[in-house]
């Protein structure tokens, strides 16, 4: 990297991994290096004529400002020393673009919205990281489109909550990466973190727990310190603007019918057993899950929705349907009579009614359900998805069966578990995970599936629990970086997926982290050089 200063202008060159390579992550399909570069300075103008291009404009603007000092204006037209943004010109794939960069000019086709935002990104990582008047950016002709659909990141806020500031700046970067989808795990049983109009005890009950539980959860340690919170149906709102903005689908999860105690802490009557509940203090699997047998679960769930999907205009909701034991069910003379009416096999055939149901009432409404592999248990709902989290075999079992998926594998795309072997890595839980084995992931397991059933692995997730994940610096250091090989994962081709290559670029690429302030783990890329 160059930094030259000719009298009061100050130039400076794009940062590059080793052979001049442009450090882009996730890699693009196709990067043609020019010579020369285009001379970004003061007088470059932005041409930008939707409202969707004028806002990526605005961001570009956001990264530029602190590094040059000025802001580029905006403009409906323009030729030369100008960056043009067009959408719906490149006709090649759905959130594809073609960047070019020459010494006039620097053009952005996007094939639609998404595409011009994601080619805005890599332009945004050809430029330098350091401060500077004019900015060099190299010549370059990038064509580029994601291999998947659907690229995601998990964030748990039930068992800790995150301010929205920081709600904000996780969404940010899963943009930066490219990634379209934030995935918001909004209850569980430790806290409902949704507020929810009809429903007050949900703020005043279940958003609060009365310790917070420390150490691992072998050893049921408590510090004795209340914990709470909620984000406003204001907050939820602006935090999905933000993410539109940004080209990031907010996907909310309603957890049921496990993972509720906290639910139930504030309206027993959700419990088999009637309760008295407490938000839950301690990790795991509970055995307290909403009564499968009581039509007033069914209401209170389809109150709850209601008030769920104005805030969201996902396609999806995600509905959890993991970990639900089922001796509450076993014991209770409701669940049991609903089994004998419904002519069903077993607790497991409940829990299949439980989803369908669910599923029924969003189909109604315009949306689709998501559920974590259990769901395949006791047979699946007819249009749903499935996130596949104990390995793979539930994404083959409901590939197989024709429904879609999104791999989120524990082995490959847990960002909970450690982040080294260090043994001064900080409490986690699930192991080691190596940036190298996230990055090595393929969401298609050609082996198990036919050809044609490749189509409906739609992509792949990482996600982030938060047990002991307490503070906003940590849940970055679990992140990052990861997410960004979990970024490579479901943007790039297989055929330009490199891992070597893919540390020289992330050498650089932290620099971006270091400008945007996240505490990614250092001492990772350290062990990986
Ligand atoms: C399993 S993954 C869970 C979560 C935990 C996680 C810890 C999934 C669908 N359920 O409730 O937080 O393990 O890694």
Redesign the pocket.
């Known amino acids: 990297m160059l930094l030259l200063c000719v009298g009061t202008a100050s130039f400076a060159q794009a940062p590059k991994a080793a052979k001049g390579q442009i450090a882009i992550i996730p890699q693009p399909v196709q990067v043609t290096a020019k010579t020369g570069f285009f001379l970004l300075t003061k007088h470059t103008v932005i041409v930008a004529t939707n409202e969707a291009d004028k806002t990526t404009a605005a961001l570009f603007n956001a990264w530029l400002e602190p590094l040059t000092g000025y802001a580029l204006p905006i403009r409906e037209s323009g030729a030369s020393n100008s960056i043009i943004l067009e959408t719906g010109h490149d006709t090649t794939h759905p959130e594809g673009y073609t960047l070019t960069v020459d010494r006039t000019r620097i053009k952005v086709r996007g094939n639609d919205a998404s595409g011009t935002f994601y080619g805005i990104q890599s332009l945004i990582q050809m430029l330098p990281v350091e401060k500077a008047t004019a900015m060099e950016v190299p010549a370059a002709t990038i064509v580029d489109y994601p291999r998947f659909s659907y690229r995601g990141m998990m964030l748990?806020v039930g068992?800790h909550m995150f301010p929205v500031d920081f709600i904000k700046k996780y969404i940010d970067l899963l943009a930066m990466h490219k990634m379209n989808t934030f995935h918001w795990h909004l209850t569980?049983d430790q806290g409902w973190r949704i507020e929810i109009k009809r429903y007050p005890r949900l703020q005043e009950v279940a958003s609060q727990r009365k310790e917070t539980s420390v150490g691992h959860y072998r050893d049921n340690k408590y510090d004795g310190t209340p914990y709470g919170g909620y984000y406003t149906q204001e907050q939820v709102k602006d935090v999905v603007k933000y993410a539109a903005d940004r080209h990031v689908t907010v996907i909310p999860e309603i957890e049921m019918p496990g993972?509720a105690q906290a639910a139930l802490a504030a309206y027993p009557y959700l419990g088999c057993t009637g309760g008295p509940y407490e938000v839950a203090t301690h990790?795991g699997?509970l055995h307290d899950v909403y009564c499968a047998g009581n039509d007033s679960t069914f209401t209170f769930l389809e109150n709850v929705l209601d008030e769920v999907l104005p805030l969201f205009p996902s396609k999806y909701v995600h509905i959890?349907?993991?970990?639900c034991p089922k001796d509450r069910w076993q014991a209770c003379p409701k669940c049991q009579a609903r089994i004998k009416a419904e002519g069903l096999k077993d607790e497991h055939a409940l829990q299949s009614y439980f989803v369908q149901r669910i599923e029924k009432y969003l189909n109604s409404k315009g949306r689709q359900i998501i559920g974590?592999?259990?769901i395949l248990e006791g047979g699946l709902a007819p249009n749903a998805t499935v996130?596949s989290?104990?390995g793979i075999e539930g994404g083959i079992a409901a590939a197989r069966q024709h429904h879609d998926v999104i791999m989120?594998p524990?082995k490959y795309l847990?960002i909970?578990?450690a982040q080294s072997n260090d043994k001064n890595e900080p409490l986690s839980?699930?192991g080691y995970l190596p940036v190298s084995q996230v990055y090595s992931y393929d969401p298609v397991p050609t082996d198990s599936l036919k050809p044609d059933e490749y189509k409906y692995i739609k992509g792949a997730q990482a996600?982030l629990?938060?047990?002991y994940v307490a503070s906003t610096d940590y849940a970055e250091y679990m992140a990052y970086p990861r997410a960004c090989a979990a970024a490579e994962v479901g943007w790039t081709p297989m055929n330009r997926k490199d891992y070597n290559n893919f540390l020289e670029r992330l050498k650089v690429h932290v620099k971006r982290l270091d400008l945007k302030d996240v505490h990614y783990a250092r001492h990772v890329l350290d062990s990986t050089s």
């Open positions: 748990d068992r569980d993972h990790w699997v959890g349907g993991d970990e974590w592999d259990e996130m989290w104990r989120t524990g847990y909970d578990h839980i699930g996600n629990w938060t047990e």
